[in-house]
């Protein structure tokens, strides 16, 4: 049955923390990713021997938001739209910018990751 936390009735650390004790491995799909948290989940992790079935997989990316599928559907340009190359980059960049800047916000001074 799917749990949906909150963490303020009900916490996905602790939560985390009781089934990666159980484990070997573990696969995630989440929305957004933030280094700084790794810390708390790390040592479970750590345990793990690595390689094909006893790793921790991420999987990180998030549907369209609302948002922008009602400006998608308004939009006077309708179906397939092509692209050239230079505006197929350029789009790719900012993806990566984007992804690298929600990865790297707060990241984690040494003295953080020593404890």
């Known amino acids: 049955m799917p749990q949906i936390f909150d963490n303020i009735e009900k916490h996905l650390l602790s939560a985390l923390t009781e089934a990666m004790g159980l484990s070997e491995r573990a696969d995630f799909c989440v929305g957004y ?27 990180v990316g998030m549907q369209q938001m ?18 050239d190359q230079a505006a197929a980059i350029r789009l790719k960049h900012n993806l990566a910018r984007e992804f690298r800047e929600q990865l790297t916000v707060g990241v984690p001074t040494r003295i953080y990751r020593l404890g």
């Open 33 to 59: 990713f933030n280094l700084r948290r790794w810390k708390q989940t790390s040592p479970l992790v750590d345990k793990w021997t690595g390689g094909e079935g006893h790793c921790c997989r991420l999987l």
């Open 66 to 83: 609302p948002l922008d599928q009602l400006k998608q559907a308004l939009s006077p340009l309708k179906g397939e739209q092509e692209i």
